[in-house]
């Protein structure tokens, strides 16, 4: 968890000319890798670095399109140790130092964007009936999507015939909320945890992305990626837990650019 009392926020701009960064900045995997090279070498027995980012590849200023990263850290960042021998950046990487004392009060309210993984945990049916589902595949595509549906709804009855000793034995997994009447509940309910309520909501239902996960230059799996942008008014009701919330992330996927709050004052 990252220390409140010691805050930076860095905003890296992205060379919309460089090919090489146009390749980097689609891939949340690579972006995380070398954001990490800017924090690894001050690791010690006492700190330990921890970091948010978030991609916005849309980003506008004085009505140019400059692409960014924004990354929260608990230590200042090298990023001379992350960047010195690529070409990836336009301009010398901007650090803010955050006092979040002097921005965070109860009751305050603040315009927010937040893009976020919502996910649930449900128990994983599929391991009990392998062998009568290995014909079907588990993942949805544009080429399975009928042979999909036949499994899943196969599935459904199979889990019918599951005893309460069988269901509380089995293993959960977390899986994407895509419902948006349970996407807005998940928000909701972190809103909740974590020191703040909503007041005005605006979002966009969010798409999967699917992610390849390498090891030692292999694909050894593919991670789907559920990316929801939510953005309106929130309040803060309890200024530590808010706190807590803002410098920690909110929901899963941190690793791929999800959980960053953005915050600004109403």
């Known amino acids: 968890m990252l220390r409140l009392n010691k805050i930076y926020l860095s905003n890296l701009e992205i060379d919309p000319k460089s090919s090489k960064a146009a390749n980097w900045i689609t891939n949340p995997y690579k972006i995380h890798q070398r954001l990490w090279m800017g924090f690894e070498k001050q690791k010690s027995e006492t700190t330990k670095p921890d970091f948010l980012y978030r991609i916005e590849e849309d ?38 130092n955050l006092n979040l004392d002097n921005i965070i009060e109860e009751d305050r309210s603040f315009r927010f964007s937040l893009k976020a993984n919502p996910t649930k945990k449900i128990k994983d049916y599929r391991r009990l009936f392998k062998e009568d589902l290995k014909n079907y595949p588990e993942k949805e595509s544009r080429d399975n999507r009928e042979k999909y549906l036949e499994g899943k709804n196969k599935l459904e009855k199979l889990i019918q015939t599951v005893s309460k000793e069988q269901r509380e034995s089995l293993p959960s997994k977390r899986v994407g909320i895509y419902k948006e009447h349970e996407q807005v509940e998940w928000l909701t309910r972190k809103g909740e945890q974590s020191g703040f309520e909503i007041l005005n909501l605006q979002f966009d239902k969010g798409e999967k992305e699917r992610i390849p996960k390498k090891k030692d230059g292999s694909v050894i799996h593919e991670l789907d990626l559920l990316q929801v942008h939510f953005t309106g008014i929130l309040r803060v009701t309890n200024t530590e837990a808010f706190k807590n919330a803002y410098v920690s992330g909110i929901g899963s996927g941190k690793a791929f650019g999800c959980g960053m709050l953005l915050l600004a004052r109403v």
């Open 59 to 96: 980003f506008k200023q004085a009505g140019e399109a400059k692409p960014r990263i924004l990354v929260l850290s608990n230590i200042s960042p090298l990023w001379e140790n992350a960047f010195h021998s690529e070409e990836f950046l336009k301009g010398k990487p901007q650090i803010l």
